[in-house]
């Protein structure tokens, strides 16, 4: 049963070099803060998430969110793994959201259908075409790992307007949008259990 005396989110986004946290009651309290960790991520993580978390402390958490990729293979697999383990000690839901969805949620004032990109591994790129609603995000098309010709095919065939985002490296200052997504979902009644969070890799690619 759900502890209803729980208030905070704490949202984890590992996708990129740079870390980024927040946590939110959804009222009057929200902190976020980015660290761009590169290479030292793995070594970092669990000490960032325990310096940024007081004043509130573990059992204050009614849920956490992680972003799921795509984005860097060992960044991604480390933030999903971490947040997993939370999520189990504490019993609690954790939500995975993509990548892309967080940097479409940013765009939540674009009445356009968002065309989002990201450079991946082997000329090839990671694609999604969402529309941002009130009460959440539309996947018209899901991350996809696509060449480059295909893509342009879609969006030259594409019948409404839309708002072509390349996604850049840093992705750890959405890490708001990836907590307000979840807390969208929580207000939904979502309670996805943390064995259900798994990462999106769209391919095996050698580390940059």
């Given at each position: ?38 290479r ?36 991604t697999?480390?933030?999903v ?8 000690q ?16 940013s ?6 259908h ?8 082997r ?18 098309l ?13 969006l030259e ?5 839309y ?11 959405s ?10 979902e ?19 690619p050698?580390?940059?």
């Open positions: 049963m759900t502890n209803t005396a729980k208030k905070y989110g704490l949202a984890i986004h590992t996708t990129s070099p740079e870390l980024g946290l927040a946590i939110s009651n959804f009222t009057e309290n929200t902190r976020s803060q980015t660290w761009n960790l590169g030292d991520l793995s070594t970092h993580l669990h000490q960032r998430i325990q310096e940024f978390m007081p004043p509130q402390i573990w059992q204050d958490l009614s849920f956490i969110a992680v972003a799921k990729g795509p984005g860097s293979f060992t960044g697999r480390i933030g793994v971490t947040a997993r383990t939370l999520a189990q504490l019993n609690i839901p954790l939500f995975a959201i993509s990548t892309l969805a967080t940097i479409a949620w765009y939540k004032h674009k009445s356009q968002l065309c989002l990109q990201m450079t991946a591994q000329e090839q790129l990671f694609t999604a075409i969402y529309q941002v609603e009130e009460m959440g995000i539309n996947h018209l899901e991350d996809t790992l696509i060449n480059p010709a295909a893509w342009k095919k879609i065939n594409w019948e409404t307007s708002q072509l985002i390349q996604v850049e490296n840093s992705l750890g200052k890490v708001v949008s990836l907590l307000e997504l979840a807390h969208l929580w207000e939904k009644g979502n309670r996805p259990h943390w064995s259900e969070a798994l990462p999106f890799y769209g391919q095996h050698v580390e940059r």
